[in-house]
């Protein structure tokens, strides 16, 4: 398989351990600015493209994340795979702290994000299909490369719900989230999953779960304690991002 691939870091992955960086290029883009330059590297022996979705110093909020800005910037130097991380809300039982989420669907839930390059001035618009919204290889590569990391929890499918952030859910927004059938919640899956699928950039995304949702604990979202699970999660999520990509190799 001939691909250049990208990873995009999410909540608690500004720098990747095992990541080594040889150069870094701001790219200009039609839609502004993305988060921060490109980095180019390696992972393993893996060339990949390494891009921190909320900035070099993650300042950027999730609603705020010039989504259209860093996929046309990853598509412009080449990119054909995008394996995505982020740090999630556990909705389903067995989503507790620490547990990797491969998800296989997504419920897009957020507002007024820009969430297609097919604007009003674009002449040549289409329709995508987005049925399965996740590359089903890079996913088997994720799956794989969790089950090679030692002491992992992995929950192979999975519907993330994409909210609009930046403030938590209420406990009845759970309810309701739980009810249309989302396993795990986040603030950044769209639209940025749907950018890629325009661009035809195959892409998968490596969850960890780092709280149970709004009201599932019954007791207030620990701010703190979330903290120490995206640093925890994120080691995680760096080894098994690791693992996949010398799959991919
Ligand atoms: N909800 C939404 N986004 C999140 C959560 C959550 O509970 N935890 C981490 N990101």
């Given at each position: 398989m001939s691909m250049t691939l990208a990873i995009i870091g999410g909540t608690g992955l500004s720098r990747m351990d095992g990541l080594s960086i040889t150069r870094r290029e701001m790219v200009k883009t039609p839609f502004g600015a993305p988060s921060c330059p490109l980095s180019f590297g390696t992972l393993g022996e893996v060339p990949v493209v390494y891009l921190a979705r909320h900035g070099s110093s993650q300042r950027i909020p999730p609603h705020r994340i010039n989504y259209c800005a860093n996929l046309w910037a990853l598509k412009s130097v080449g990119v054909t795979h995008i394996l995505a991380t982020s740090a999630v809300g556990g909705i389903?039982?067995?989503?507790?702290?620490g547990t990797i989420v491969i998800p296989d669907q997504l419920i897009d839930y957020t507002q007024g994000r820009e969430s297609s390059f097919s604007d009003a001035s674009a002449e040549n618009w289409q329709h995508v299909d987005f049925?399965?919204?996740?590359d089903e290889a890079l996913r088997q590569s994720l799956i794989t490369g969790a089950a090679s990391v030692s002491s992992t929890n992995c929950v192979e499918t999975g519907c993330y719900a994409a909210m609009q952030g930046p403030r938590f859910e209420t406990a009845a927004e759970i309810r309701r989230l739980a009810g249309e059938g989302n396993t795990i919640v986040g603030m950044t899956g769209m639209p940025e999953a749907v950018l890629a699928r325009e661009l035809e950039i195959a892409y998968a995304s490596c969850a960890v779960v780092v709280n149970r949702a709004a009201g599932l604990a019954g007791a207030k979202l620990d701010l703190e304690s979330m903290k120490a699970s995206t640093t925890a999660g994120m080691l995680k999520v760096s080894e098994v991002l690791t693992a996949a990509v010398a799959t991919l190799k």
């Open positions: 389903t039982e067995e989503c507790t702290p049925s399965w919204p996740y």
